[in-house]
């Protein structure tokens, strides 16, 4: 069950832009630099949380535009990796490197109120059990487009 990044997005501030990037450093422990988590890292509370990194399949942004009739990208859905050719609800739990940066499943990233909101359509039917992955970063790393990931 491999599969490969094929967008990365950050932001500086909860409810900030968007910005997609080629790469990003992965710093165990805190977070992804430059997105808006990466400074609480020294709380536990968050490292519990599976805050660090989120993880979501291009093909759930597939499957909740065509359920919603919507045409999201990335940057509306706000996880921060996305992937391609693997299954990320089996990733609870699980390490798995990313590139050369090992990440840990922490739980399931279930769309938020928040998020339908600011989007306009019930993100919570679009994204129901498909809405990404909360992971910790084991091992810091850069993560890029195209790396590979491995179970």
Known sequence: MNGKVVKIVISSVDSGKIKAVQTVMAVAGCGLEDDKYFENCSKKSKQD???QVTLIENESIVKCNKILGTEFLAEDIRRNIVTEGVELNKLVGKTFKVGNTTLLGVKLCHPCTYLG???????KKGLK??????ANILKSGIIKINDDIVI
């Not at 909101?117 to 993100?123: R, S």
């Not at 059990?129 to 909360?134: A, E, F, T, V």
Request: aromatic share 0%; hydrophobic share 30%; charged share 30%.
């Open 49 to 51: 949380e599976g805050i």
């Open 117 to 123: 909101k600011e989007l306009g359509c019930d993100m």
């Open 129 to 134: 059990n498909i809405g990404g992955l909360r």
